[in-house]
């Protein structure tokens, strides 16, 4: 049991079943483990220290590891950035078009599939002590939640672009590069318009 435990905190908290087997870990200790619940499981072959469970970006990661072309959008990625007062119950993630859905069992998770256009710009990628997780950019993420305003909520995408232009770090330069490319440039011009001369 020390031992398992050990290999978790090597790789910071995080370990699959192939790399348990290499460090000599029998699936009978890691079933005490999930058992006595010292171990999450993520996805089958993708385990987790219950430990980690208290960091602030442990969703984020977990998704990402277990799900690698994974990015953190919509609702997620507005919520991270203060740009929505809206948490969402489960995680928005971003795959691209076609590509198959990994059965992530924590945490809660929202698949969308974003076409190569709209899934390969504005990514960053966060680093934690426990691990990165990639996510789109604060321009990205307002633009997308116009493009996806009939799903996400109107209300939502405005408050969103709110937000964003009285933060001290905007630059709606950028924002209308985004927009220009998702094609919701004619949805957030006139609201910035109006936002900035009221």
Do not use: W
């Not at 277990?66 to 929505?84: E, N, P, Q, W």
């Not at 119950?89 to 929202?110: D, L, M, N, S």
């Not at 993420?141 to 001290?168: H, P, Q, W």
Request: proline share 3%; net charge positive.
């Amino acid at each position: 049991m020390k031992r398992a435990i050990e290999c978790f905190r090597e790789r910071k908290g995080y370990a699959t079943m192939s790399s348990l087997r290499e460090s000599g870990v029998h699936t009978r200790t890691l079933a005490k483990l999930l058992d006595d619940g010292l171990v999450v499981r993520i996805k089958p072959g993708l385990y987790r220290l219950e430990e980690l469970s208290d960091n602030d970006y442990v969703s984020y990661v977990d998704v990402c590891k277990a799900v690698r072309t994974g990015v953190i959008c919509l609702l997620s990625s507005a919520d991270y950035y203060g740009l929505s007062t809206f948490t969402p119950k489960r995680v928005h993630v971003a795959i691209p078009h076609g590509y198959k859905r990994q059965a992530v069992e924590v945490p809660p998770t929202r698949f969308f599939m974003f076409r190569e256009k709209g899934y390969s710009v504005g990514i960053e990628t966060v680093d934690t002590e426990i691990g990165s997780f990639k996510i789109y950019n604060r321009e990205k993420t307002v633009c997308d939640l116009f493009r996806m305003r009939k799903s996400m909520g109107e209300d939502i995408a405005i408050e969103s672009l709110k937000n964003y232009l009285i933060s001290t770090n905007n630059n709606v330069s950028s924002l209308m590069k985004y927009a220009q490319t998702l094609r919701v440039q004619n949805l957030i011009l006139p609201l910035i318009k109006g936002m900035v001369n009221a």
